[in-house]
C-alpha cells in the first residue's frame, strides 16, 4: 500500500475514534474527514461528494417522505395496532415487534421498512411506556436479519448474485441463503431479547425527564361509529398515556369519575384528559377521536391545514372575564380552543364555560398564520406553535397503505430499481395530500443522508487508493491453508468493512478475492461467497455500519459505544454460526 492508502486509513480510524469518544455529530466528523482528505489531494471534490448524488442517498430521501405520508394518516396503525398489541413487559413488546419486522424485511429491502416503522414504533413505546432506546436498535437488528433469509431480503444479495452469475456461472437461488440467514436471525433475536435489559440503555425521553407546569384539561369525543366504540379504555390505549391522564367521562350530561379499565366506550362519550402538551398531540393522532368542541369544524382553514398553537391570555386582552363561549373566541381569532392551562390546577367545567384569565395558556386549533398575525398582539403575552401537531388525516390512511402496498410490491418483484420505485412512492404520497410539502420537507433527516452521503465518498477515497485491498489481501494471507480459518478471516474482514464502509462496497470488496482465495486453496468456493454475503449485511457494532442503523441513532438517543456493546456481541454470534454452518451446507 501506498502512502496515499495509509493516510486513508489514518483518516477512517480517526472518524471512528471521534465517535467514539466525543458527542461529535457523525456527519460533521464524516464530512470533516472527507474534507481533509480532499485538502491532501487524495480525492477531487467530484469524487468526494459523488456520494450526495448516490441512488442509496436518494432511496432514503424518498422513503423519509413515504414514512411521513404514512405518519400523517395514521396509516399504519391500521396494521400495528393489532400487530403489536399492548406488551405487558419490554421482553414481549421486543418479540411483539422483531418477529413480524424480520419476517417482512425477508421479501423487502430493510432500510425502507424501518423508515415506516421508525415513527410507529416510537409511538408505541411511549403509549407503552417503555423507553425507545429499548426498541429502536432491535427494530434494526431485526430487519437486518431478516434480510439474510432471502436473495430479496437486501440490495447486498441481489448483488453478490450478479457477480456469482459473472464470474461463477449461476445466480444465487431465491432461498439458498436461508440456510445461514434463518438460524442466524432466530438465534440473534434469542440474544437480544435476553441480552437487551443488561447490555441496551434505558434513556427515556425528555417528556418522562422533565415536570411540564402546563396541565393542560383537554375534552375529546368518541366519534360514533369508530373503531374505539365498544372497546374498553384498556383496549383503546386510553389506560397508560404518557404524560396524560384519563381523568373522567361524560355520558349523557352523567360524569363518571372513577373510570376503570373496563369501562367501555360508547359513541358521544366526552373524555376529559389532563396532562402535557405533547401528550395532547398524541391524543389528536388517535383514530375515533375528535375535539369535543364542534368549533373546531367551523373554523376557516381546512382539517389538513390547521396546527397547534399556544397562546398566552394577557391582562389587555378582551376576553378576559368572559367564558369561551360568551366571547365568541372562534368568530373573534378564527381559532377554537380545544385546552386549556391555569398555573397547574384542574379546572372543573367544559371548554365553552371556561371563563378566561390573565396568564391562562390556550391551546388552539387554527391555521399557521395565526402565529405571524398574533405574534406582537396585546391580547396575548406569548404565541408560539406546538411542533408536528398538524391533524392527522385518517380519511387518507386507506391510499397511503394503498401506496405502501404498491411500493412494497415493486420492491419485492424489482419492477424497477429501488430508487425509482421510492421516489414515485414519495411523489404519490404528495399528490394524494396523503403528506402536505411542509411535512415532506421536516421528514427529512438530513443527519442521516449527509452521513450515508459522506460514508460513500469514505469508501471510494478507500478504494482509489487501494488501502482495502491491500488490508484485506494482508489479512487473509495472515491465515493459512486451512480453509476453515481462512473463511473464519474472510468474514472478518468483511464485517470490519460492513462497519466503516458501506455494506455493498464490502461485498463488491470481497467477493473477488474470497472466489480466488477458495480457488487458490482448491476448494469449492460458495461456502466463501455466502459467508461474506452474510458478514456485508451484519453491520452490528457502529451506527454507521448499515442505514437502519443511522436511522434509529437520534429517535432511540444513542451513543457510539451503544452499539458496540450490544451489537458487538451480536457480530460474534453471527460470525461463529455462519463459519461453522457454512461448510457443512456447502462443503468443502
Known amino acids: 500500500m501506498g502512502l496515499d492508502a495509509w493516510l486513508t486509513i489514518g483518516v477512517l480510524a480517526a472518524i471512528l475514534s ?88 425477508a421479501f423487502m429491502n430493510n432500510t425502507p421498512l424501518v423508515a415506516m416503522l421508525l415513527p410507529v414504533v416510537t409511538e408505541w413505546s411511549k403509549k407503552l411506556r417503555i423507553s425507545p432506546s429499548k426498541l429502536l436498535m432491535p427494530l434494526s437488528f431485526a430487519a437486518m436479519l431478516g434480510g439474510l433469509a432471502t436473495k430479496i431480503g437486501t440490495s447486498t444479495n441481489v448483488i453478490v448474485s450478479g457477480l456469482m452469475l459473472a464470474q461463477l456461472g449461476r445466480p444465487m437461488e431465491m432461498f439458498e441463503l436461508a440456510a445461514l440467514g434463518l438460524p442466524a436471525a432466530i438465534a440473534g433475536i434469542l440474544y437480544m431479547v435476553s441480552a437487551s435489559r443488561f447490555l441496551l440503555p434505558d434513556r427515556k425521553p425528555a417528556l418522562n425527564q422533565l415536570e411540564d407546569p402546563r396541565a393542560y384539561t383537554v375534552e375529546m369525543m368518541v366519534e360514533p361509529g369508530s373503531s374505539l366504540e365498544g372497546k374498553t379504555i384498556e383496549e383503546a390505549g386510553l389506560r397508560h398515556l404518557s404524560g396524560m391522564y384519563l381523568m373522567e367521562i ?69 376576553l378576559v372575564g368572559k367564558s369561551v363561549r ?77 401506496i405502501l ?60 487508493t487501494g488501502g482495502d485491498r491491500g488490508i484485506a489481501e494482508t489479512m487473509v494471507s495472515l491465515a493459512g491453508t486451512n480453509p476453515q480459518v481462512v473463511l473464519a478471516v474472510l468474514y472478518g474482514v468483511t464485517m470490519t468493512f460492513t462497519e466503516v464502509l458501506s455494506n455493498n462496497t464490502a461485498a463488491v470488496i470481497m ?11 482448491g476448494v469449492d468456493p460458495m461456502p466463501f461467497v455466502m459467508s461474506i454475503t452474510v458478514a456485508a449485511s451484519c453491520g452490528f457494532a457502529t451506527p454507521i455500519g448499515y442505514q437502519t442503523n443511522l436511522m434509529v441513532y437520534g429517535p432511540g438517543g444513542y451513543r457510539f459505544f451503544d452499539y458496540t456493546r450490544f451489537g458487538g456481541i451480536l457480530n460474534l454470534i453471527v460470525w461463529a454460526m455462519t463459519v461453522t454452518l457454512a461448510p457443512i451446507v456447502w462443503p468443502f
Open 18 to 105: 471521534l465517535l467514539a469518544t466525543t458527542n461529535l455529530p457523525s456527519d460533521l466528523a464524516m464530512f470533516g474527514g472527507l474534507t481533509l482528505l480532499m485538502i491532501v489531494g487524495i480525492v477531487t471534490p467530484k469524487e468526494a461528494l459523488a456520494g450526495m448524488a448516490e441512488p442509496a442517498v436518494l432511496t432514503v430521501a424518498s422513503l423519509f417522505i413515504v414514512a411521513a405520508g404514512i405518519r400523517e394518516t395514521g396509516a399504519l396503525h391500521l396494521v400495528t395496532d393489532k400487530l403489536f398489541g399492548r406488551p405487558t413487559s419490554v421482553l414481549k413488546a421486543q418479540l411483539r415487534m422483531m418477529l413480524p419486522v424480520a419476517s417482512l424485511s
Open 250 to 318: 361524560d355520558r349523557n350530561e352523567q360524569i363518571l369519575t372513577a373510570v376503570g379499565p373496563e369501562t367501555k366506550l360508547l359513541g358521544k362519550d366526552r373524555l376529559i384528559f389532563a396532562g402535557i402538551v405533547e401528550s395532547v398531540v398524541e391524543l389528536q393522532r388517535v383514530r375515533g377521536l375528535k375535539p369535543a368542541t364542534n368549533q373546531v369544524f367551523k373554523l376557516h382553514a381546512p382539517a389538513g391545514e390547521r396546527c397547534l398553537v399556544e397562546a398566552v391570555v394577557s391582562d389587555t386582552c378582551p
Open 326 to 402: 360568551e366571547g365568541r373566541f372562534r368568530t373573534h381569532y378564527d381559532a377554537a380552543v380545544i385546552a386549556v392551562a391555569r398555573s397547574g390546577e384542574r379546572i372543573q367545567k367544559k371548554i365553552g364555560d371556561i371563563v378566561l384569565q390573565t396568564g391562562d395558556t390556550l391551546l388552539l386549533a387554527t391555521h399557521p398564520s395565526f402565529v405571524d398575525v398574533q405574534r406582537n398582539s396585546r391580547d396575548f403575552f406569548l404565541v408560539s406553535p406546538v411542533e408536528g401537531s398538524a391533524p392527522v388525516r385518517h380519511e387518507r390512511g386507506f391510499i397511503a397503505l394503498g
Open 405 to 464: 402496498g404498491l411500493m412494497v410490491l415493486g420492491l419485492s418483484l424489482q419492477l424497477r430499481s429501488e430508487v425509482t420505485i421510492a421516489l414515485a412512492a414519495a411523489g404519490l404520497m404528495l399528490l394524494t395530500r396523503c403528506c402536505s410539502t411542509t411535512a415532506a420537507r421536516r421528514s427529512l433527516d438530513w443527519q442521516v443522508l449527509l452521513t450515508i452521503a459522506a460514508s460513500i465518498g469514505l469508501g471510494a477515497a478507500l478504494q482509489r
Open 511 to 521: 467477493f473477488p478475492i474470497a472466489v480466488a482465495t477458495a480457488r487458490s486453496l
